[in-house]
């Protein structure tokens, strides 16, 4: 082949086969999707309890008795990425109480979303259990354990249609009424009115990282899981607005696991667990500030460790 043949072909490719392509795989890829969301809710049978008459609608409060088994339990969890590698988290354990509210800190690759995805039960451990609400994840169907859970990652995932569809994308049984009191309570009401309301479209390559996030957050509050599992869930939303969703979930009856983005969201939690790659530590942020180099660092506390004053504390 000559030359001008191929930088021809070249040409060809680059402006006309690659784009024609691109736009096939997308299209039939967002098809494909859609097709299996909507054939899921189809074959889905969802029971239907209203709210008593008088009672705020807002997510659906769990039946478990506070005195019962813990939130989530682990037990000598040692889990490692390859028979060779170094393990992440080596005989680990952890209860999680009912009502909880747990923030998971610590330097990029500590294994804090790897914890997030053990305790719900996306990957099973090389030794050790994790039982939610006692019932170990690893003999427990996806159907079930989706009704004892809800994870919320950092990539947030928003679908063409309706915000009120994407918002009740966890709970199909939700009116308007409940969509509207997620939507006040987690922030997002300047967002819903700048989409045109609940009925309004939603086209995903439209909305900001943080918008998206917002939606799913929204979407995760109303699930009915008792157990919520933020993993970096807001780290492109700003300070306010964090604060304001994890607020929000930490009110939602159920226990909470805040994988921080930012310090403040330890500050906001009930106990601080610290993964640093050594003897993982938990305890409440005044403890940890005298027990943690790491904590201490993440913190920014470089010299001696000073407890924050209930004045100066962030809200």
């Not at 993993?231 to 994890?246: F, G, I, M, N, S």
């Not at 330890?266 to 667990?273: P, S």
């Not at 305890?283 to 004053?309: D, I, K, M």
Request: net charge neutral.
């Amino acid at each position: 082949m000559t030359a001008g043949a191929v930088l021809g072909a070249l040409i060809y490719v680059s402006t006309g086969l690659q784009p024609a392509v691109h736009t096939l795989v997308q299209g039939l890829g967002g098809g494909g999707l859609r097709y299996a969301v909507t054939l899921e809710n189809i074959l889905r049978v969802y029971p239907h309890r209203p709210a008593p008459t008088g009672e705020t609608p807002g997510p659906r409060r769990s039946t478990r008795p506070v005195g019962g088994s813990p939130a989530a339990e682990v037990r000598g969890l040692t889990f490692r990425y390859g028979p060779s590698a170094e393990p992440i988290l080596r005989n680990f354990s952890l209860t999680l109480a009912n009502g909880d509210h747990l923030a998971v800190v610590g330097p990029s690759g500590a294994g804090k979303s790897t914890l997030a995805a053990l305790l719900a039960g996306l990957v099973p451990p090389q030794e050790g259990t994790v039982h939610l609400a006692g019932a170990p994840v690893a003999d427990t169907a996806p159907a079930v354990l989706a009704r004892m859970r809800v994870l919320l990652p950092q990539q947030a995932y928003v679908f063409t249609g309706t915000l009120a569809d994407n918002l009740r994308y966890l709970r199909p049984d939700a009116d308007d009424d409940t969509l509207a009191v997620a939507v006040d309570e987690l922030g997002a009401r300047p967002l819903a009115t700048r989409l045109g309301g609940l009925d309004a479209p939603v086209v995903p390559a439209q909305l900001s990282a943080g918008e998206r996030q917002l939606v799913a957050a929204v979407r995760a509050w109303l699930a009915p899981a008792p157990l919520a599992v933020l993993d970096e869930a807001t780290c492109h939303l700003d300070p306010a607005l964090e604060a304001t969703v994890e607020a929000a979930f930490a009110r939602r009856p159920g226990s909470l696991v805040v994988v921080a983005h930012r310090i403040s969201s330890a500050l906001r939690a009930d106990r601080v667990l610290v993964l640093d790659g050594d003897a993982p530590t938990v305890g409440t942020h005044e403890q940890l500030l005298t027990r943690s180099a790491t904590y201490r660092a993440l913190v920014g506390c470089w010299e001696e460790p000073v407890t924050p004053s209930p004045a100066t504390r962030p809200a």
